[in-house]
């Protein structure tokens, strides 16, 4: 058998000088510059909310509401860090992202190793890590910030327990005390909670609405300033992807994670300069990866509807309708052993589907037989497989849409 020798050697030495970037870095979504164009509303507003910690007082509770790439985490990061500052060693911040961290017991453990606590990945109660992190917590006698970032995911997923816990936790604490930032893309979050919960937690609110075009241009060309050399970037390279992320809800985070792709490619390709071209690969290869993260994200039963779908389509159905995926969907979950929902609720999924970009559904009059939707995939039977096969509950279903 022939074996292709590959000299890693030249492929690193190549990219020990970057003829490129000047400071990659700079263009990742968890750098916070020291300075934060067209948010200093938002960024005195929150600080208003958070400064009575200097005198010793409890800051209220805040959450912060607007959609992906608006800048909420950044400024949230930016006022923390320069609080901690003015503040010393009585102030302290935990940043915690819901996503990741998907359980209360994992987001609670958090907190308790935050202040000191070693608390095992599993094996505890969650009242006893509860307990372990007011122990360490009046131990460290500080104020303490909880940041819980994408809230509503966790909050969707698990319920409300950890938000019902911390806003009651400064009955139970004598020398310390906790305020909560929650941070959220859904502007109907609140409905999700208990009464209980809502009451105590929602003292203020901040809306940061989307970036324009000319703000996200703005954005784009002082953080290129530092992370590329000199003249490396053609002329059109930033209104595009400034013009392209402001198509989508004014994303900052797209906009800076098309030009950090766009560039990537250029070097990989051994070119010197980043050109428009960059870019509309770059845009393909993210719309891709964002499809398949949002797939993975979601219920299982929209992941069933898509799978019906997906199996008509592949079966080339010239004409699929509401029924004719319901009737499929209602195949899949006989086969994997759960209960369907209604046929108005696989309605409701497939207007989210469309609302989502994932599918096409075109209202179509049939005559006298009245009007049904025709539905098209929007995105490639790939990056549908490839978001629905990691869920252990299709089981083997999975073969059939691999196939």
């Known amino acids: 058998m022939s074996k292709v020798a590959v000299n890693l050697g030249a492929l690193f030495d190549r990219f020990k000088v ?22 200093d509303q938002q960024i005195y507003r929150l600080g208003l909310v958070l400064a009575p910690v200097l005198s010793g007082s409890r800051p209220s509770n805040v959450f912060i509401y607007g959609l992906t790439g608006t800048g909420k985490t950044a400024v949230t990061k930016y006022v923390l860090r320069e609080l901690e500052k003015k503040a010393g060693s009585k102030v302290r911040y935990v940043y915690i992202n819901c996503r990741h961290t998907d359980t209360s017991y994992r987001v609670i453990a958090e907190l308790a190793q935050a202040v000191g606590q070693r608390v095992p990945f599993t094996g505890l109660s969650t009242s006893e890590v509860f307990r372990r992190f007011i122990t360490g917590l009046e131990r460290k006698q500080r104020f303490l910030l909880v940041v819980l970032d994408e809230i509503d995911y966790l909050v969707k997923k698990k319920g409300d327990d950890v938000l019902y816990f911390l806003t009651r936790i400064n009955d139970q ?111 393909k290869e993210i719309e891709k990866n964002l499809a398949i993260d949002l797939i993975k994200s979601m219920p299982l039963h929209v992941k069933l509807v898509l799978a019906a779908i997906l199996i008509l389509h592949k079966k080339k159905v010239k004409v699929i309708t509401t029924g004719g995926i319901y009737d499929q969907y209602t195949k899949l979950v006989q086969r994997i052993g759960v209960e369907p929902v209604t046929q108005r609720r696989v309605s409701d999924i497939i207007n989210e589907l469309d609302m989502l970009g994932v599918i096409n559904a075109q209202v179509v009059s049939l005559g006298r037989y009245g009007r049904t939707k025709r539905i098209k995939l929007s995105v490639s039977e790939s990056s549908i497989k490839e978001g629905l096969k990691e869920d252990l509950t299709l089981g083997d279903l999975w073969i059939e849409l691999a196939s």
Request: glycine share 4%; charged share 30%; aromatic share 6%.
């Open 18 to 39: 970057s003829r490129i970037f000047k400071r990659r870095e700079l263009l990742l979504p968890d750098y916070v510059p020291s300075y934060l164009p067209h948010r």
């Open 173 to 283: 604490l004598s020398v310390s005390k906790v305020s909560i930032i929650g941070i959220t893309n859904d502007l109907r979050f609140m409905d999700f909670l208990d009464a209980r919960v809502r009451s105590s937690l929602g003292e203020e609110e901040l809306v940061f609405p989307p970036y324009t075009s000319r703000e996200l241009e703005d954005i784009l060309k002082m953080r290129a300033e530092q992370a590329f050399h000199p003249g490396v970037l053609e002329e059109e390279v930033i209104p595009l992807c400034a013009a392209i992320a402001a198509r989508q809800n004014g994303d900052c985070r797209l906009a800076l994670d098309l030009l950090l792709k766009a560039a990537d490619i250029a070097e990989r390709l051994g070119e010197v300069k980043v050109r428009t071209e960059h870019v509309r690969m770059a845009q």
